[in-house]
């Protein structure tokens, strides 16, 4: 079946069926083609690929079977036109840059985003001439009063880590709009089975495949998801000449990833509230960080925006650092690691990890304390998980 045929089945069906044409092998599961570059029929056919007249494989630099099913996939799976795999989500972030941005141009980025993607716009856009103001993710407003005329998009993620704050894709798609830039949103906490953001009008999604696409902490990858024409101008000659292509096996194995993503974020979704439900009753918690409790100021928006809150959970301790190391040393079964969207449940103290570099003014101002903990809940029995954590609270 053509790709376009998938467009009248439902989700489930597109992420174990699409995008795999069976060779003349007749092969059930998608093969990988480990294949660096392709042969021509005659010099005449070379020359015709070569100048984009004829459609077709050239060189695995750009384009590969194995991984042009996983891209197939996702595109679909996002609702986008067309995909683009990288060989790591921060690769994706760094070829939406460089395909769209040029020097004198101006981003306005969500304050609360991955810590390698501050500073991918500050320390290395920023030294090509491209200047980026942070804001407040949930304040609509200060995206409004940061937008300029070089403004080139607006860049975030919702929910946010560790804060798990929600921010409204619709209006943020409309005011950019309304200013003639793009939206691009980081996907990675919801995955197209919770929430669709180019159908809430983003422009762009990217997508660190390394997480809940793979779903079991075995590759790293990325992908870009836009419109035919975006991809074709500004984001395929990148990758092209940029050279930061994912590789065929590690593309197999997202393939396989996608095929249970609707099934397992469904249980993660279970977990985490569950976990989440728990930790407020708990006598050591201050507080519980998660879009599904009727407690968190935008529960009416991700009820709204999202199919279901998603794997990760932040609280607050009643105490500092000491506690909440303390916490995550008696564990004795969750993984301490600041991986996310793994199959297996893992902790992590964000103000001496992840967060750790910016100063204790700005980890203050997120509202990331000491005494704060993040879980990405994995698929494991909840009472495990419970008993885990009740050792030290
Ligand atoms: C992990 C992550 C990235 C970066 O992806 P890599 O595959 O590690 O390069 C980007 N955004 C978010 C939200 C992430 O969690």
């Given at each position: 079946?053509?790709?376009?045929?998938?467009?009248d089945?439902?989700?489930?069906?597109?992420?174990?069926?699409?995008?795999?044409?069976r060779?003349?092998?007749?092969?059930?599961?998608?093969?990988?083609?480990?294949?660096?570059?392709?042969?021509?029929?005659?010099?005449?056919?070379?020359?015709e690929?070569?100048?984009?007249?004829?459609?077709?494989?050239?060189y695995?630099?750009?384009?590969n079977?194995?991984?042009?099913?996983?891209?197939?996939r996702?595109?679909?799976?996002?609702g986008?036109?067309?995909?683009?795999?990288?060989?790591?989500?921060?690769?994706?972030?760094?070829?939406?840059?460089?395909?769209?941005?040029?020097?004198?141009?101006?981003v306005?980025?969500s304050?609360?985003i991955?810590?390698?993607?501050?500073?991918?716009?500050?320390?290395?856009?920023?030294?090509f001439?491209v200047?980026?103001?942070?804001?407040?993710?949930?304040d609509?407003?200060?995206?409004?009063?940061?937008?300029?005329?070089?403004?080139?998009?607006?860049?975030?993620?919702?929910?946010s880590?560790?804060?798990m704050e929600?921010?409204?894709?619709?209006?943020?798609?409309?005011?950019?709009?309304a200013?003639?830039?793009?939206?691009?949103?980081?996907?990675?906490?919801?995955?197209?089975?919770?929430q669709?953001p180019?159908?809430?009008?983003?422009?762009?999604?990217?997508?660190?495949?390394?997480?809940?696409?793979?779903g079991?902490?075995?590759?790293?990858?990325?992908?870009?998801?836009?419109?035919?024409e975006?991809?074709?101008?500004?984001?395929?000659?990148?990758?092209?000449?940029?050279?930061?292509?994912?590789?065929?096996f590690?593309?197999?194995?997202?393939?396989s990833?996608?095929?249970?993503?609707?099934?397992?974020?469904?249980?993660?979704?279970?977990?985490?509230?569950?976990?989440?439900?728990?930790?407020?009753?708990?006598a050591a918690?201050?507080?519980?960080?998660?879009p599904?409790?009727?407690?968190?100021?935008?529960?009416?928006?991700a009820?709204?925006?999202?199919?279901?809150?998603?794997?990760?959970?932040?609280?607050?301790?009643?105490?500092?650092?000491?506690?909440?190391?303390?916490?995550?040393?008696?564990?004795?079964?969750?993984?301490?690691?600041?991986?996310?969207?793994?199959?297996?449940?893992?902790?992590?103290?964000?103000?001496?990890?992840?967060?750790?570099?910016?100063?204790?003014?700005?980890?203050?101002?997120?509202?990331?304390?000491d005494?704060?903990?993040?879980?990405?809940?994995g698929?494991?029995?909840?009472?495990d998980?419970?008993?885990?954590?009740s050792?030290?609270?």
């Amino acid at each position: 079946m053509k790709s376009s045929d998938w467009n009248d089945y439902s989700f489930e069906t597109q992420a174990i069926r699409s995008g795999h044409e069976r060779t003349h092998e007749d092969e059930h599961s998608v093969p990988i083609f480990t294949t660096s570059s392709y042969v021509f029929a005659s010099a005449a056919e070379a020359a015709e690929r070569f100048s984009g007249n004829q459609p077709g494989n050239i060189y695995s630099r750009f384009t590969n079977p194995t991984v042009n099913v996983f891209q197939e996939r996702l595109a679909l799976l996002e609702g986008g036109e067309r995909c683009l795999a990288f060989s790591s989500g921060m690769a994706a972030i760094m070829a939406v840059g460089m395909g769209l941005l040029k020097a004198g141009d101006h981003v306005v980025s969500s304050r609360s985003i991955f810590g390698n993607s501050v500073l991918m716009f500050q320390n290395f856009f920023g030294k090509f001439g491209v200047v980026t103001d942070f804001v407040d993710l949930t304040d609509l407003s200060a995206w409004e009063r940061a937008i300029r005329p070089e403004t080139q998009f607006l860049f975030l993620e919702t929910p946010s880590n560790p804060m798990m704050e929600i921010a409204d894709i619709k209006r943020l798609a409309e005011l950019a709009h309304a200013h003639d830039i793009l939206l691009i949103v980081d996907n990675v906490f919801c995955t197209p089975v919770l929430q669709k953001p180019l159908e809430l009008g983003a422009d762009v999604v990217v997508h660190s495949a390394t997480k809940y696409l793979d779903g079991h902490g075995r590759c790293v990858g990325g992908a870009v998801i836009a419109s035919d024409e975006l991809i074709e101008k500004a984001i395929y000659p990148f990758l092209r000449t940029g050279g930061s292509t994912l590789s065929p096996f590690n593309a197999w194995v997202f393939i396989s990833g996608l095929e249970t993503l609707a099934l397992r974020m469904k249980t993660h979704c279970e977990n985490a509230q569950a976990l989440a439900v728990w930790l407020e009753g708990q006598a050591a918690v201050k507080r519980v960080f998660y879009p599904g409790l009727t407690s968190h100021p935008q529960h009416e928006l991700a009820l709204q925006q999202q199919a279901g809150f998603g794997g990760v959970v932040s609280f607050e301790l009643n105490a500092g650092q000491a506690k909440a190391w303390e916490l995550i040393d008696a564990t004795q079964m969750l993984s301490i690691t600041a991986n996310l969207g793994d199959v297996k449940t893992t902790i992590t103290h964000p103000a001496s990890t992840t967060h750790s570099r910016l100063t204790p003014e700005a980890r203050a101002e997120a509202g990331i304390s000491d005494g704060l903990l993040r879980i990405s809940v994995g698929l494991e029995n909840i009472a495990d998980i419970k008993k885990d954590l009740s050792r030290g609270l």
